[in-house]
């Protein structure tokens, strides 16, 4: 299979139909290989349409929902980005290529050694991982100046709007476990401004500020 087509078609057939615009994103897009950050057997499924397993029962997400939330985020190059939900590090590189530094954090230590493997096979040294509870955020190098969460949460946990920068923007997926609402936070100084991107649906966000482990 020649993945660097296959990637280029992603990107024309499944984000610029539907509204993807920023060059860097797409240029990102274009130039992350998704194929490696997912199993073997499934690298010829890697730039279809849809989320995947990626063990431990989480996943990838599909291409334009990664595409959708990096664009919202509204990055220029010199941002302090955190992520939420590592997963398997693909989201991760495609920060990489477009800020100065992704902080990223993972529930599941696995997951969270695979990503790192794979991240520094492809040299993305502007990457720090930690395994914990994302919902905490990571205070030592707050503010960032964009936080996304790439897990779905019955609410946005405060912590991350606390360690959010003026003027920064934080996306998260926020409802049920079945179904919720993909949105945009941005801090300004009169306040938290609040946008409704689509609806998704997501993992679940599992800890102290999303769901409880015992809820799911
Ligand atoms: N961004 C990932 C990618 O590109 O592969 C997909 C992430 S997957 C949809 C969501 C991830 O969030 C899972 O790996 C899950 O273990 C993780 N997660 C769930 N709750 C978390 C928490 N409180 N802190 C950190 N990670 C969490």
Redesign the pocket.
């Known amino acids: 299979m020649d993945f660097k087509k296959a990637r280029e078609r992603m990107v024309r057939e499944q984000l610029i139909p539907r509204g993807i615009k920023d060059p860097r994103v797409l240029e990102a897009m274009r130039k992350v290989p998704r194929h490696l950050?997912v199993d073997e057997a499934l690298q010829n499924q890697a730039y279809s349409d849809r989320?995947l397993l990626?063990g431990?029962k989480?996943?990838?997400?599909q291409p334009y929902m990664?595409a959708l939330m990096t664009e919202a985020l509204e990055l220029k190059g010199d941002e302090k980005v955190l992520?939420?939900?590592?997963?398997?590090?693909?989201?991760?590189a495609?920060l990489a290529e477009l800020a100065d530094k992704v902080y990223s954090?993972?529930?599941?230590r696995s997951?969270s050694q695979k990503?790192r493997k794979i991240l520094d096979r492809l040299h993305y040294f502007n990457v720090v991982l930690k395994v914990?509870?994302?919902?905490l955020g990571w205070p030592e190098y707050a503010p960032y100046d964009a936080i996304i969460v790439?897990?779905g949460s019955p609410k946005v946990p405060e912590p991350l709007v606390e360690q959010l920068a003026e003027g920064g923007r934080l996306v998260i997926p926020v409802g049920d476990p079945y179904t919720q609402e993909l949105v945009k936070l941005v801090k300004t100084p009169e306040g938290i401004e609040k946008k409704s991107l689509t609806i998704c649906r997501?993992?679940?966000?599992?800890?102290?500020h999303?769901?409880k482990e015992s809820e799911y």
Not at 83 to 91: F, L, M
């Open positions: 950050f989320p990626i431990e989480q996943t990838i997400s990664v992520e939420i939900g590592t997963g398997s590090g693909y989201q991760t495609i954090i993972e529930r599941l997951l990503a914990g509870d994302g919902t790439t897990a997501f993992v679940n966000l599992i800890g102290k999303g769901w």
